[in-house]
């Protein structure tokens, strides 16, 4: 079974068709790229998977059941969503944050047991974010508050992570460090969607990618199938130079 | 939880304790503090005399001094108080904004507007009850032109811009009634009301309000952790399962509720909501959903000390609560404005 079946999704935003078509899946263990250029529906695609934006056409499964039959409250249990941006409103401590990732387990009134206390301490771990724990997270630098909304979204436990750019302005050190991590939160039996604009990063750690082109889906497959050089030149009309020494690797190189 | 597990934290070196950061000494803190502000309350007045000899003889004057004039004076100070600073912390969660506040915003306005009207049709002598419910309706009316002004998540200048439309809009309202009554005792009774005062209120006022005040606070105390998800954002918030819809509607009918029904019996008393959870704020870690009981145990010391001052301040008539609250208040607002334009340079 799959963990999130996409079928035939078309939306449309004031009017405008901005999905076209768009049927995808994602399975255990295994992380789908999702690639395209500016204003091809990717954030579009992630915010009518998590319901923000209802589909004018089409459907979305979640471990095998219609989304639309989830409360909201299940779909929070289930699916985890790291935005594009990452707001904080207010400065709060590192710890606060990540226990956040709880909310969708907690009643109004209950606050939160140890058992959850427990989960939030090894998301931080894992996230190498537990030493940050008592700092405000507006005196944090750029790479670590992506970890610690990582950390935030490890701690709702989601069996499918959809993750908007969370590479976005990161050194190439944090960058490969999010990548990592993301491999081993899939090797637990998740599954992670990720938007990602840097195709070095996409070739080396994801097992399909998707390319959204438009609206609609140009190609999908194994990187190297995605990310061929006839594919980039119509989606991108860029030029790449590809590596197989340690795996399949893309460096975009040139404008046509 | 199968993580990879890659900490920092050189081996040996123990992590930081496990212990989250609780409350409850703040609570304990405010507590006491406001178990001194309410004694403070009844023992304040300008008859001097032993509360424990009130007690002891029930029929005499004291004691009806005490039972039927301080009781009902301090325990409507408590709950309007609560009420003020319990709004400003909701409305300052909700509306990302730490200059939100009931007053500023317009809704103080709004309520007075609709408690006016009522004074002013002479419905209020004839059902007693349409008073709250007339603050109550002005109270909800203006929280709803807020929110459609502003939206959530506005710009401070269009915030507080939005506060100064609905208090232009319930200003001119009030102005016109006040011209169209003919008695000028009514206009006066009117104008000194306006300005909010716990005096000669009874407990009459207190059960009048009780009800819809408990609604009020419940339906806001229940937002606390809506509140701390929101504070990373709208979708975020619906990621993590709060629906921004139910929430929008709680906050705005419970701040009509206890703010409405409290304006209707006390008059328009301003910025208690503004100083309070932006003192309380950084002893609660910053977070929203603490802040609530916070501010409302705050809310209630700053007027039951507001009211003991307005006794004890000499002068020849005895000074209007509401005008203290903003003697103290708009400074504080304006150095609030201050530091946030130095942050934006």
Not at chain 1, 192 to 211: G, K, N, T
Not at chain 2, 50 to 58: G, Q, T, V
Not at chain 2, 293 to 319: F, H, K, N, Q
Request: glycine share 10%.
């Amino acid at each position: 079974m799959n963990l999130l079946q996409a079928e035939k999704l078309h939306v449309e935003l004031d009017g405008f068709t901005v999905l076209e078509d768009v049927s995808f899946s994602l399975a255990k263990g295994e992380i789908v790229g999702l690639v395209g250029p500016n204003g091809s529906g990717k954030t579009t695609l992630l915010k009518t998977l998590i319901g923000a934006l209802k589909p004018q056409g089409g459907f979305v499964e979640i471990l095998g059941k219609p989304a639309r039959d989830f409360s909201t409250q299940e779909l929070a249990r289930q699916l985890g969503y790291l935005p594009q941006e990452a707001e904080v409103h207010w400065p709060l401590a590192v710890e606060r944050i990540v226990a956040l990732g709880r909310v969708p387990f907690l009643m109004p009134w209950e606050d939160l047991k140890n058992s959850d206390e427990n989960i939030i301490e090894d998301a931080m771990r894992a996230t190498d974010t537990l030493h940050l724990k008592r700092r405000r997270v507006d005196h944090l630098a750029g790479g670590e508050k992506v970890l610690v909304m990582i950390a935030r979204l490890l701690a709702g436990e989601p069996k499918i992570l959809l993750a908007d750019e969370p590479v976005q302005g990161l050194d190439p050190s944090h960058a490969l460090q999010v990548m990592e991590l993301l491999r081993g939160v899939v090797a637990g039996g998740r599954g992670v969607l990720v938007v990602l604009h840097d195709l070095a990063l996409a070739s080396r750690f994801c097992d399909r990618i998707l390319l959204l082109h438009r609206g609609k889906i140009a190609a999908s497959g194994r990187p190297e199938e995605v990310l061929s050089p006839e594919h980039l030149k119509t989606s991108y009309h860029i030029e790449a130079k590809y590596g197989n020494g340690d795996g399949f690797y893309v460096v975009p190189w040139k404008r046509i | 939880m199968n993580f990879p597990v890659r900490s920092s934290i050189p081996k040996g070196v123990s992590p930081p304790s496990k212990r989250s950061q609780s409350p409850w000494l703040l609570y304990s803190v405010l507590g006491g503090l406001l178990c001194v502000a309410f004694f403070g309350s009844v023992s304040v007045g300008a008859l001097k005399f032993s509360l424990f000899d009130a007690i002891r003889h029930p029929s005499s004057e004291l004691s009806f001094i005490f039972w039927d004039i301080r009781l009902p004076r301090a325990v409507l100070g408590l709950i309007v108080g609560a009420t003020l600073g319990l709004a400003g912390a909701a409305m300052q969660g909700f509306l990302r904004n730490p200059l939100a506040e009931p007053g500023i915003l317009g809704v103080t306005g709004g309520a007075a507007l609709g408690a006016v009207a009522v004074f002013y049709t002479g419905f209020a002598t004839i059902f007693p009850m349409m008073l709250p419910v007339g603050g109550i309706l002005g109270a909800f009316v203006s929280v709803l032109l807020l929110y459609l002004f502003a939206g959530t998540l506005a710009s401070v200048q269009t915030l507080i811009l939005a506060g100064v439309a609905i208090n232009v809009i319930a200003f001119s309202g009030t102005s016109l009634m006040l011209n169209l009554v003919k008695d000028p005792y009514a206009v006066l009774d009117i104008v000194f009301w306006q300005m909010g005062s716990l005096a000669d209120r009874s407990f009459q006022h207190v059960f009048l309000i009780l009800p819809f005040v408990l609604a009020g606070w419940c339906l806001l105390l229940w937002d606390g952790r809506a509140l701390e998800a929101l504070s990373l954002g709208e979708e975020t918030a619906s990621s993590l399962g709060i629906s921004l819809k139910v929430l929008r509607a709680r906050i705005i009918l419970g701040t009509a509720l206890c703010v409405g029904s409290s304006i209707a019996v006390c008059g328009s008393i301003g910025f208690v909501g503004l100083i309070v959870p932006h003192l309380l704020r950084p002893f609660v870690g910053y977070r929203p959903g603490k802040l609530l009981a916070a501010s409302a145990l705050g809310g209630a010391i700053l007027l039951l000390a507001s009211d003991v001052a307005v006794r004890m301040i000499p002068s020849l008539v005895e000074l209007k609560l509401g005008v203290v609250t903003s003697i103290l208040g708009a400074p504080f607002f304006l150095l609030l404005i201050f530091r946030m334009r130095k942050k934006m340079l």
